[in-house]
């Protein structure tokens, strides 16, 4: 069945206002980078509420929403979650499992297999995606577009968390099997990414990267291609 029209008037901005507010925010994103270097200072556990319900705010494929936001600050579980996520990735960088052509793409970023943030950081979240839903007869549900869907959400998520002075690092400990278990989360979830949650740590460093301008990333069609001869 339909569900019911409602109004939907959203106010219309004047332009200056419009691109007052199109600078400020591209600033303020601009300024977000992924930290590997966390500080153990507590995040209230609202903060982290507010980012996941900010995210799932996210449009998704016939409004499934299909993505479960895994929240954990013991610390426990997050020497665990570390353990088995150094344990992949040990075999990754150290083991020969990561192709050289990752490898060499990973170099500029100065990673290894070390995950210490999984436990200083206090708050880990785990993103999970819902491959498909369950019926109350325990049939199965269909999503749709699920990754598109979770890479829209978690995009949101990060930018939620960045507006509130908080850092993440987007982290994807490969393979991420492992996260189902230790999470007990059922078999229609798989994880997505992982992550930590905080404030960069006093004597936090990023890489200096560059990010691709506007004319490497935007591409203007303005009339039909020329058809070939
Ligand atoms: C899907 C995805 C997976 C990522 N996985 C990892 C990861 O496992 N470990 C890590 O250190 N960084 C990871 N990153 C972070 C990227 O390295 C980082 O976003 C990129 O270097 C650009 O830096 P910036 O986020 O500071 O702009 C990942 C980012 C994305 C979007």
Request: aromatic share 8%; glycine share 6%.
């Amino acid at each position: 069945m339909p569900a019911p029209m409602i109004p939907y008037t959203p106010e219309r901005l004047d332009p200056e206002e419009q691109q007052r507010r199109a600078r400020e925010f591209h600033e303020e994103m601009e300024c977000r980078r992924s930290v590997r270097f966390f500080s153990d200072d507590p995040v209230p556990r609202g903060l982290v509420e507010l980012a996941i319900q900010t995210a799932s705010t996210a449009p998704s494929g016939a409004h499934r929403q299909p993505w479960r936001f895994v929240v954990t600050e013991d610390p426990d579980i997050k020497h665990q979650i570390r353990q088995a996520a150094e344990e992949e990735e040990r075999i990754n960088y150290e083991g020969g499992r990561l192709p050289d052509h990752w490898r060499e793409a990973l170099e500029p970023l100065g990673t290894d297999w070390r995950k210490p943030f999984l436990e200083t950081a206090p708050w880990v979240v785990v993103m999970f995606e819902e491959r498909h839903g369950i019926n109350p007869d325990g049939s199965r549900r269909n999503n749709f577009y699920v990754k598109e869907s979770a890479g829209i959400a978690a995009g949101i998520f990060i930018a939620a968390l960045h507006h509130m002075g908080l850092a993440t690092l987007t982290h994807t400990p490969s393979p991420m099997r492992f996260l189902t278990k230790l999470l007990g989360r059922p078999d229609n979830e798989r994880p997505f990414c992982m992550f930590p949650i905080g404030y960069p740590a006093d004597d936090c460093v990023v890489p200096d990267l560059r990010r691709k301008s506007l004319d490497e990333v935007m591409v203007e069609v303005s009339k039909a291609p020329k058809p070939r001869t």
